[in-house]
């Protein structure tokens, strides 16, 4: 087919998009879905595709993008439900029917059990957050309990003094001679300044300066400032870790007020799809992290078994 025939074909696809109705979801929705499909085609024509698809169980919730299709068929993102009872990494499709909250004599009512499920699986990812967090933030304060003991005391000679006074204190003016008064303090990821990071220099211009090995007693005190930096620092990124994925749960609650409705299974627009319509993974996401009960997944069966 020659270019000219190509551009004939793709007549009606511009008058419809750029003379149909701009409010009708279909039309506004319908370049993205030709930019996806043809992103994925020509992933398909260049042999990209992927090699190792998710694996789904039985009654796994999932969000689909079903882009644009015609009449009652299904179109846009949607939850939908696994019906596969064997699945693996190698198949590319899956099976589902798609979920929604508005009711017709023939859809299947799950009432509240979706979001009754999310809830749930929201509620123990908090708490388990919670409990890492606490434990974190007691271990944080064990170490600079610890440092402050360890270092607060040491006593040093004359020699250790003049070298301290010489080499140090341009990171602490303040510094005596007699005694180094030292703090660890918690980096928080919400600002960019390490509270840290005159005593990081001040560790790392000791280690590194040629006359350190004349002060021994002096050396274990670095060294020992040094490994209490590194405990602090590596609690620090776990706690601001935890911190995001409290931060992630509560965009998540907010998302839930928008399904905080009764679910019905749209049985007529059972479909096999491909894998790659389906939204990736996330830990805090809705898609993949919860599942329908048994007895759902039976009244599913039994309403598409009728309906055949």
Same mark, same amino acid.
């Given at each position: 087919m020659n270019r000219h025939k190509k551009q004939e074909h793709f007549k009606k696809f511009n008058e419809l998009y750029f003379n149909g109705d701009s409010r009708s979801f279909k039309i506004h929705a319908l370049p993205y879905w030709i930019d996806n499909y043809a992103y994925w085609l020509n992933k398909e024509q260049n042999n990209q595709l992927p090699k190792y698809y998710n694996k789904f169980s039985q009654g796994k919730i999932v969000y689909i993008d079903f882009g644009v299709r015609i009449g009652s068929e299904i179109s846009g993102p949607h939850f939908g439900i696994v019906l596969n009872k064997e699945d693996s990494k190698y198949k590319r499709t899956v099976t589902i029917v798609p979920l929604t909250s508005k009711d017709k004599p023939y859809y299947v009512a799950l009432e509240k059990e979706f979001i009754l499920n999310i809830y749930h699986f929201a509620l123990s990812k908090a708490d388990r957050i919670s409990e890492k967090m606490d434990r974190l933030e007691k271990k944080f304060d064990s170490v600079i309990a610890d440092f402050r003991n360890e270092t607060s005391t040491v006593e040093y000679n004359e020699n250790d003094s003049k070298f301290l006074v010489n080499h140090a204190s341009i990171y602490f003016p303040e510094l005596q001679q007699n005694k180094l008064y030292l703090n660890i303090q918690f980096h928080d990821s919400s600002t960019t300044i390490d509270p840290n990071e005159q005593l990081k220099k001040f560790s790392k211009a000791m280690l590194s300066h040629s006359g350190i090995s004349e002060h021994p007693k002096l050396k274990e005190t670095v060294n020992l400032i040094d490994s209490y930096l590194k405990k602090a620092d590596s609690l620090a990124a776990q706690l601001n870790e935890a911190k995001e994925l409290s931060s992630k749960l509560l965009e998540l609650g907010q998302k839930l007020e928008k399904y905080n409705k009764n679910s019905f299974v749209d049985i007529q627009n059972i479909t096999t799809i491909? !894998?790659?319509?389906?939204?990736? &993974?996330?830990?805090?996401?809705?898609?993949?992290?919860?599942?329908?009960?048994?007895?759902?997944?039976? !009244?599913?069966?039994?309403?598409? &078994?009728?309906?055949?």
């Open positions: 491909s !894998k790659l319509r389906i939204k990736n &993974f996330s830990e805090f996401g809705i898609s993949e992290n919860t599942s329908i009960s048994p007895e759902s997944l039976e !009244k599913i069966h039994t309403a598409l &078994f009728n309906q055949i």
